[in-house]
């Protein structure tokens, strides 16, 4: 009987080992679970991936489409400004000519870039000039606008010559 009993007690132990192994394998993964779980993170992956793509495109052709639109505005800007700079440069050397019969240089304004200019006399870069300059071209603008009056500070004349401050005055009246 102890035989019997140290058999039925081996075969127990055997049998709790077995199922210990079936419970083991039943609770792991199969390779079809696993295949199923690697191709799910998978497509997630490739869905994300996919949308950041396509967001990437449309940032991209967005920035193509800003980009045209500001070149084009910034053309037509630099257009019309130069149109106002030629007007403004015709009225400055109109104005220019009434001083010792144009044979002083006038002022040019010049629109270089879309945010960028320069305004400067031709061939005259003295201090006096330039005070003309400033002077002429507010003139200038008042001629050509619907400004109602124009203010200097009286500074402005301390640097332009007598003869030019005298010429000033009578066409600020």
């Known amino acids: 009987n102890k035989d019997l009993l140290d058999q ?11 199922d210990n192994q079936l419970k083991a394998y039943k609770s792991s993964p199969t390779v079809a679970d696993a295949l199923l779980e690697r191709h799910l993170s998978l497509k997630t992956t490739l869905d994300r991936l996919t ?3 396509k967001n990437y495109k449309e940032k991209r052709a967005v920035d193509l489409d800003f980009s045209s639109a500001q070149k084009a505005f910034e053309g037509k800007v ?12 015709t009225e400055m050397k109109r104005i220019n000519d009434l001083f010792d019969n144009g044979k002083l240089y006038a002022p040019e304004l010049r629109i270089n870039k879309f945010k960028n200019y320069s305004f400067s006399t031709p061939n005259d870069s003295g201090t ?10 507010d003139l200038a603008v008042l ?8 203010v200097h500070d009286s500074i402005m004349f301390t640097n332009i010559e007598s003869p030019v401050v005298k010429k000033l005055i ?4």
Request: proline share 2%.
């Open 78 to 89: 630099v257009g019309a400004t130069n149109m106002l700079a030629n007007k403004v440069n």
């Open 128 to 137: 006096g000039s330039r005070f003309k300059g400033v002077a002429l071209f």
């Open 143 to 150: 001629h050509q606008t619907a400004l109602p009056a124009l």
């Open 170 to 173: 009578e066409l600020y009246s």
């Open 51 to 53: 949308i950041a793509n």
């Open 8 to 18: 039925i007690s081996l075969i127990d132990v055997q049998i709790k080992e077995i």
